[in-house]
Structures are given as structure tokens and as C-alpha cells.
């Protein structure tokens, strides 16, 4: 099992530019998440899902999309980069809701001049 | 708002004796609280997920306590090793809601020969 894999590792965006963040799980997780991670802020739910076809905004989905085709995949979208975006984003999946532990990817570092 | 508090100095202790955590949680009832440790760029790894009902949960050298009461969990790693050195995370969890974990900002161990 690979767990969970996030492509790119590493991207830098211009103003305004638009790109898609990655995340495939072969866990056959129901649950998946993205994060943001910026320092002393901890991480911060942007969107979840809780299913192929069902996807929900967290505590910070401005400027963000995603959407859930497959079990497997779930691609995070940023629609006109700003440097507040400038952040590391997890990508994470769990079996269950909220009882049950989150598998996290590596993570990708993005910087937005 | 809810709101999570983990102490934000880093904790310093010498191999062998134990670090000590702490998690402090407001406007909140969790009915699950995990745990989870992240080296630098790296995702976060699970480690343990104690119940609104269980006092202590333990895991080889790891020790976590919950007490709602006081709003507060404690998480103890025995007999430390530089190994251990990392940033730990808290994540409270409530009842209802689709996964929605809320991470505190973590505390970095650094454990010293």
C-alpha cells in the first residue's frame, strides 16, 4: 500500500495563477481532507469529503474547490493564487468520521508570489 | 468559538526522564481526543485516540489523560529518547459532524542526550 500520495511535492504559483493539488489513496477510505498548515496556526480544515460524489467546506474553503469522482482521488483546485495561500496543504483520508485515525500524505509547499 | 491551546514554547527535557504535554480545549466537548506527532516536512503519524469515557489510554511508552472536567489532556512519553523529538498535535473531535478534527498548533519535544 502506498497509503496516501500527494503530487507535487514542491510549487511556486504567481498572482492570479490557477493549478490543482493532487491526493490518491489505495486505503479504499471513505473520509478523505485537505489541510493547510501555516506556522503556529496548526492545521486548518480547507474541504472534506465523506464519499465519491458528497464534498463539504471546512473552516477555511475560500478560493479553494474540490471534488470527489472516485473512492481514490480527491484533487484540490485553487481558482486565482494569492501569497495568503503561500502554506503547506495535507491531503488525509480516514475509514470512519471522526473517531477514527487520519492518514496523512506528505504534504505539498506551496508559495504564491 | 472553539479553540484549541497547546503550549507553544518548546518543551526541553533530558533522555530518559519523562515529557509531559498538554492540551487545554475551550467552548468545546469532545467525545474523542487523538494524538498525533509530526517531524519536520512530514505529515502528521497517529498515535493514540482516547474516548470521552476512558481516563487514560496507554501505548508501550506513551500515557494520554482525558479529563473533561478540567477540559484538558495530558500526554506522557516515559523513559524519552531523542527519537522522540518532534512537534505533537492534539485533535479533539465532537459527536456530531463528519470527521472534523480541530488540531491545536502543537508543541515541539526535544529530547537531549
Known amino acids: 500500500n502506498a497509503g496516501v500520495t500527494q503530487t507535487p511535492k514542491f510549487q511556486v504559483l504567481k498572482t492570479g495563477q490557477s493549478m490543482t493539488l493532487q491526493c490518491a489513496q489505495d486505503?479504499?477510505?471513505?473520509?478523505m481532507s485537505w489541510y493547510r498548515q501555516d506556522p503556529g496556526m496548526g492545521l486548518r480544515l480547507i474541504h472534506y469529503?465523506?464519499?465519491?460524489?458528497?464534498?463539504d467546506q471546512g473552516e477555511v474553503p475560500n478560493g479553494y474547490n474540490v471534488s470527489r469522482s472516485t473512492t481514490e482521488d480527491f484533487p484540490l483546485r485553487l481558482l486565482s493564487a494569492a501569497p495568503s495561500q503561500t502554506s503547506v496543504y495535507f491531503c488525509?483520508?480516514?475509514?470512519?468520521?471522526?473517531?477514527?485515525?487520519?492518514?496523512f500524505g506528505p504534504g505539498t509547499r506551496l508559495t504564491v508570489t | 468559538s472553539q479553540k484549541i491551546e497547546q503550549n507553544s514554547e518548546a518543551l526541553n527535557i533530558q533522555e530518559g526522564k519523562t515529557a509531559t504535554l498538554t492540551c487545554n480545549y475551550t467552548?468545546?466537548?469532545?467525545?474523542?481526543l487523538q494524538w498525533y506527532r509530526q517531524d519536520p516536512g512530514r505529515g502528521p503519524v497517529f498515535l493514540l485516540l482516547?474516548?470521552?469515557?476512558?481516563k487514560e489510554k496507554r501505548k508501550e511508552r506513551l500515557k494520554v489523560t482525558f479529563d473533561t472536567t478540567l477540559k484538558q489532556s495530558l500526554f506522557h512519553i516515559t523513559a524519552s529518547q531523542p527519537a522522540d523529538s518532534a512537534t505533537y498535535l492534539c485533535?479533539?473531535?465532537?459527536?456530531?459532524?463528519?470527521?472534523?478534527?480541530?488540531f491545536g498548533a502543537g508543541t515541539r519535544l526535544a529530547v537531549h542526550p
Open positions: 488525509a483520508s480516514s475509514y470512519g468520521p471522526r473517531s477514527y485515525e487520519q492518514y
Open positions: 469529503s465523506v464519499g465519491a460524489g458528497i464534498t
Open positions: 486505503m479504499n477510505h471513505e473520509y
Open positions: 485533535a479533539p473531535s465532537g459527536k456530531g459532524g463528519y470527521n472534523k478534527l480541530i
Open positions: 467552548n468545546y466537548s469532545p467525545a474523542y
Open positions: 482516547i474516548r470521552e469515557n476512558e
